[in-house]
T-cell receptor, first 118, second 113 residues
């Protein structure tokens, strides 16, 4: 089945540094990937839609200058948290759809990346 | 997208069937019912989806009422590894490019010995 890989799984950084999270579709090509954020004991919140070869589409209230998304190839999207602060500490999850899979809304999710900003 | 309502939490004994309900009374004719689950500290996992017929796969069964205003996800023999938050999502099934999914609060299923 479709596999989405995220790296790193955990990252701890100092306040003010930038952190990059990678999301790869391992056995399929994804023109669209989605980035979610999840705070403890809360549901997933969609941050942005990453489109290969074009600008990402951000959800209302998500700062595009803070959460930089690049989707340079059909198998890789990156999320960079610029100048991270403790309030950016969260669980970041990406997802993608296998176009040869079983449905338009059947998304495969990565295992997530837990960011802790000190 | 149609709004869904799920119980906040449920318990189930290991080996028994877990029946997770979902209400979606405002569902439109072209909207599917999708179920995902999220085990603690992992990414969500797709389980099953359906339009109006009951569906079954290796993970679960999905029972949709005739009026399509509610559905039930059935895990026939729950195990401890099925402890997770289960999300019921109603969405139009676009062909072509992927469409974003909006997650509600889901049902926290606790499977116990």
């Amino acid at each position: 089945g479709a596999v989405v890989s995220q790296h790193p799984s955990r990252v701890i950084c100092k306040s003010g540094t930038s952190v990059k999270i990678e999301c790869r579709s391992l056995d399929f090509q994804a023109t669209t990937m989605f980035w979610y954020r999840q705070f403890p004991k809360q549901s997933l919140m969609l941050m942005a839609t990453s489109n290969e070869g074009s600008k990402a589409t951000y959800e209302q209230g998500v700062e595009k200058d803070k959460f930089l998304i690049n989707h340079a190839s059909l198998t890789l999207s990156t999320l960079t948290v610029a100048s991270a602060h403790p309030e950016d500490s969260s669980f970041y999850i990406c997802s993608a759809r296998d176009p040869l899979g079983s449905g338009a809304n059947v998304l495969t999710f990565g295992a997530g990346s837990r960011l802790t900003v000190l | 997208d149609a709004k869904t309502t799920q119980p906040t939490s449920m318990d189930c004994a290991e080996g028994r069937a877990a029946n997770l309900p979902c209400n979606h009374s405002t569902i439109s004719g072209n909207e599917y019912v999708y179920w995902y689950r999220q085990i603690h500290s992992q990414g969500p996992q797709y389980i099953i989806h359906g339009l109006k017929n009951n569906e079954t796969n290796e993970m679960a069964s999905l029972i949709i009422t005739e009026d399509r205003k509610s559905s039930t996800l059935i895990l026939p023999h729950a195990t401890l590894r099925d402890t997770a938050v289960y999300y019921c999502i109603v969405r139009v099934a676009y062909t072509g490019t992927a469409s974003k999914l909006t997650f509600g609060t889901g049902t926290r299923l606790q499977v116990t010995l």
